[in-house]
T-cell receptor, first 114, second 113 residues
């Protein structure tokens, strides 16, 4: 049973527009959420995170929104750039973001068209 | 800074053979992890180690073993490989055991025939 779901396998966006990547989860015990970005032939790299005590966290062009009642989080990238083209994984954890309990989603491939 | 180094980058292995994937970090992180990435399944934790001398099981530990003799090295061993272990394997480390931020290696692609 997938506890963290990314229902869109892929997304295509024009350069300069907003990219919105979505993630749903089922475990109400999750209290820390993260997004990772992965380029081909490279390992994932940490992008942004949010604690369950917040509903928004912003870092430059990247903003993560958390809706606990809907068990939903999203990553907004504004403006999107061709270099943002990658696979994006959301992840969730219990126990204050315990790193040995991270559950990853299946990933969304973002393609930003010039 | 090298960060996390994995070897080999790619390997083809006959079913039934054993294989050790190597992982070395130079960041002096206490915690280390092994994940496998499969299409449609995302990243799944195989084994982890919170500190040298200790290990723990993740989501999909069967068929794999690990050891953590020192801070820097965290090898993953497949004692008798099966085709379902065909995957891309990522080693990772973290500064703390909270906040979820992991540093990943570049991966080892393993094909079991």
């Amino acid at each position: 049973d997938q506890q963290v779901k990314q229902n869109s396998p892929s997304l295509s966006v024009q350069e300069g527009r907003i990219s919105i990547l979505n993630c749903d989860y089922t475990n109400s015990m999750f209290d820390y959420f993260l997004w990772y970005k992965k380029y081909p032939a490279e390992g994932p790299t940490f992008l942004i995170s949010i604690s369950s005590i917040k509903d928004k966290n912003e870092d430059g062009r990247f903003t993560v929104f958390l809706n606990k009642s809907a068990k939903h989080l999203s990553l907004h990238i504004v403006p999107s750039q061709p270099g943002d083209s990658a696979v994006y994984f959301c992840a969730a954890s219990e126990d204050g973001g315990a790193t040995n309990k991270l559950i990853f989603g299946t990933g969304t491939l973002l393609a930003v068209q010039p | 800074t090298a960060g996390i180094t994995q070897a080999p980058t790619s390997q083809i292995l006959a079913a039934g053979r054993s294989m050790t994937l190597r992982c070395t970090q130079d960041m002096r992180h206490n915690a280390m992890y092994w994940y496998r990435q499969d299409l449609g399944l995302g990243l799944r934790l195989i084994h982890y180690s919170n500190t040298a001398g200790t290990t723990g099981k993740g989501e999909v530990p069967d068929g794999y073993s690990v050891s953590r003799a020192n801070t820097d090295d965290f090898p993953l061993t497949l004692a008798s490989a099966v085709p379902s272990q065909t995957s891309v394997y990522f080693c990772a480390s973290s500064v703390t055991r909270r906040n979820g931020e992991l540093f990943f290696g570049e991966g080892s692609r393993l094909t079991v025939l």
